[in-house]
């Protein structure tokens, strides 16, 4: 059964320890989770609030806030932070380039136990036209359990059906190399820029 010990530096002198027990067989890392911006979202606002919590499993010999850190594309921002005992929170001051950024967070427990957890999210550009487009994201042809070749099936909805895209779903595991194949080379073939989009 875990029993609680307390730190202390070198010298044994238990005058300059730092708050909280250490819990013996202490081996699990902090959890970091609630993210945001989530991991990979796409997002408009071009300074985005960063933040996570987290916290020690027990057993647990608590978070040392002293030791969190936050980067975004490598860089440090910790001193731009608000850091409390269950969270970092920070904003840039001024506006992120399109594309895909970085987060880096990393914290340690009380026994030293550390936790880096990286994620990404992009930043990106309202549309400024918007479309509706019609299709089909579900459907099966003879290579799994359902009718027709994907040829037969693109053909179809293409020319008579006059539907914007379809997505072939086939059940994967019923599909030998030769099939796999065949369905993603006519998905790039029916694939036509502005026409008709193919997947599988
Ligand atoms: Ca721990």
Do not use: C
């Not at 530096?9 to 699990?28: F, H, R, W």
């Not at 359902?146 to 072939?168: C, E, H, N, Q, S």
């Amino acid at each position: 059964m875990a029993k609680d010990i307390y730190r202390v530096d070198a010298t044994g002198d238990p005058t300059s320890l730092k708050s909280g027990p250490i819990v013996e067989g202490e081996t699990i890392q902090p959890i970091i989770y609630d993210l945001s911006p989530s991991r990979f979202s796409s997002n408009y606002n071009k300074r985005p609030t960063i933040s996570t919590k987290y916290f020690d499993p027990e057993p647990s010999s608590g978070i040392d806030i002293s030791t969190i850190y936050l980067k975004l594309d490598n860089i440090d921002f910790t001193n731009n932070a608000t850091i409390t005992e269950t969270q970092i929170t920070y904003t840039p001051s001024t506006d992120l380039s399109l594309g895909k950024h970085k987060v880096e967070i990393g914290v340690k427990d009380l026994s030293g136990k550390i936790k880096i957890f990286n994620f990404y999210f992009y930043i990106i550009e309202p549309l400024t036209t918007e479309n509706f487009y019609f299709g089909v994201p579900y459907a099966h042809t003879s290579y799994s359990d359902g009718a027709l070749t994907p040829v037969d099936v693109f053909t179809y909805v293409r020319d008579v059906a006059k539907i914007d895209f379809l997505v072939i779903t086939d059940h994967s595991n019923w599909l030998d190399m030769n099939e796999w194949n065949d369905a993603l080379t006519q998905a790039n073939n029916f694939t036509q820029n502005g026409v008709f989009v193919a997947l599988f």
